[in-house]
Nanobody
């Protein structure tokens, strides 16, 4: 099985920056896509950004121009660079990976990492 290990969540002031990292390890696999989602208390888990194996990206409107996703598939790692953070960005951020193990495609989640932005 593939395990996703996240890091980088922290408490920051509004306007600050963070970089989240998600590294995949475990069974032999190939990435189809990786991404980040976030969930604030009492709210749905929403897409933040995704990236496919060929580098195609998409972003939630709320983070366009502020967040950047990048994948390093040689390192089995995806990053989320978050700039100009705002209090409304406060949430648990979850790494997501769509991976292929042999002929099986699986949608996996990390444990989540807390990002708190103070005003």
């Amino acid at each position: 099985q593939v395990q996703l290990v996240e890091s980088g969540g922290d408490l920051v002031q509004a306007g600050g920056s963070l970089r989240l990292s998600c590294a995949a390890s475990g069974s032999a696999f190939s990435f189809n896509a990786m991404g980040w989602y976030r969930q604030a208390p009492g709210k749905q888990r929403d897409l933040v950004a995704t990236i496919t194996r060929d580098g195609s990206t998409n972003y939630a409107d709320s983070v366009k121009g502020r967040f950047s996703i990048a994948g390093d598939y040689a390192k089995n790692t995806v990053y989320l660079q978050m700039n100009s953070l705002r209090p409304e960005d406060t949430a648990v951020y979850y790494c997501n990976a769509v991976v292929r193990i042999l002929t099986t495609t699986m949608n996996l989640w990390g444990q989540g990492t807390q990002v708190t932005v103070s005003s």
